[in-house]
């Protein structure tokens, strides 16, 4: 299964949920943000198009064929290629026929985010359309509270058949959740405002720190606090701790990397890195529990990605540098 010479213009589906309790987890944001259902969608989605890896600047909307790609159901031995017994039956578990319904929480860039244009675009977005892909079907988004997804009660009820919301992998969402093998490795960061000689988490004390709520950024800063002296200010989406410290009600923010170098580029010069942590944190989709077929298709995506390039393409496309292996 070669995706640099299969993929192809997928149609995708966003929606939003009803907006509750806006509690973040690690490495995603919260927000409240709300669509339009249309008949042909899952409930709560709305239809747009998505992004073509191959080029990022032009995307259509078109109609899926229905029909699964090389190395899919066809029982191609190509490296990493998932049996047709597993893709039948993920298949068959999925909420909506014809569609990968997948739970996510925008904005976070550079994972996921609507471009200027209303359309659902990113690193997971794309890597959940080989998934669509692999399975013949199309992907549809679902815009919802990252709490429901961190709790895995959105895969638990049927709200979707996976999260793709740059979700860390921990022990205790393991016992909830169903995770893909990892697919991106996670470094904290420190970002501060460019003209402050701010370097460390020491030079914080007596200052405040910002971290978003229920995310491992803010574990990290909580672990260190009375090591270091600061004051931990939360906000509950990353937009509103990104806001916070060009308008200086904060010293420095603490997230994940990749959302932070997404920052530093609109900012005009701004914001800078002082510092990163390295916590070993790795990214994982996730699924139901018990949905095993669902799991082997997307880990023999992941690892078919991995092997004919299209990962690193993504990588570099909506990251950054590729990572020496």
């Given amino acids: 299964m070669n995706f640099r010479r299969s993929r192809s213009l997928r149609t995708v ?26 008949s042909s969608s899952p409930a709560g989605a709305t239809t ?36 047709p017994e597993d893709i039948a039956a993920a298949t068959a578990s999925l909420i909506a026929p014809g569609s990968l319904t997948v739970c996510t929480h925008l904005p976070y860039a550079p994972f996921q985010s609507n471009d ?11 890597m959940m359309d080989l998934v669509a892909e692999q399975l013949g079907v199309t992907q549809a988004i679902v815009d919802t509270p990252f709490e429901g997804i961190k709790s895995g009660q959105d895969m638990a009820t049927g709200k979707c058949d996976i999260a793709a919301a740059g979700m ?5 969402r393991s016992k909830v959740i169903l995770f893909s ?11 501060v405002r460019s003209a402050d000689q701010i370097s460390s ?32 200010v939360e906000y509950t989406d990353l937009a509103a ?17 990749p959302v932070w170098s997404e920052f530093i580029k609109g900012s005009g010069g701004s914001a800078k890195i002082a510092a990163q942590f390295d916590t070993g944190e790795q990214y994982g989709f996730g699924m139901k529990l018990g949905n095993d077929a669902l799991k082997a298709v997307v880990d023999s995506t992941i690892a078919a990605a991995r092997a004919d390039g299209t990962y690193d393409e993504l990588y570099a496309q909506w990251i950054g540098d590729v990572p020496a292996s």
């Fill in 201 to 232: 988490l020491e030079d914080l004390r007596g200052k405040r720190l910002g971290a978003q709520a229920a995310t491992t950024g803010l574990d990290y800063a909580n672990a260190n606090k009375d090591q270091y002296g600061y004051e931990i």
């Fill in 168 to 172: 860390t992998i921990t022990e205790e």
């Fill in 13 to 38: 589906a966003i929606a939003a949920a009803a907006v509750g309790t806006m509690v973040l987890t690690a490495c995603a944001p919260d927000s409240s943000n709300s669509g339009t259902p249309t």
């Fill in 116 to 126: 200027d244009s209303g359309k659902a675009v990113g690193f997971d977005i794309d």
């Fill in 48 to 83: 747009s198009s998505s992004q073509s890896a191959e080029s990022p600047a032009e995307s259509a909307e078109t109609t899926s064929s229905g029909s699964a790609t090389s190395g899919g159901a066809t029982g191609s031995t190509t490296a990493g290629a998932a049996s």
């Fill in 181 to 191: 093998e990892p697919y991106f490795d996670a470094t904290q960061a420190l970002l």
């Fill in 241 to 257: 701790e990104q806001q916070a410290l060009t308008t200086n009600q904060i010293d420095a923010a603490i997230n994940d990397l």
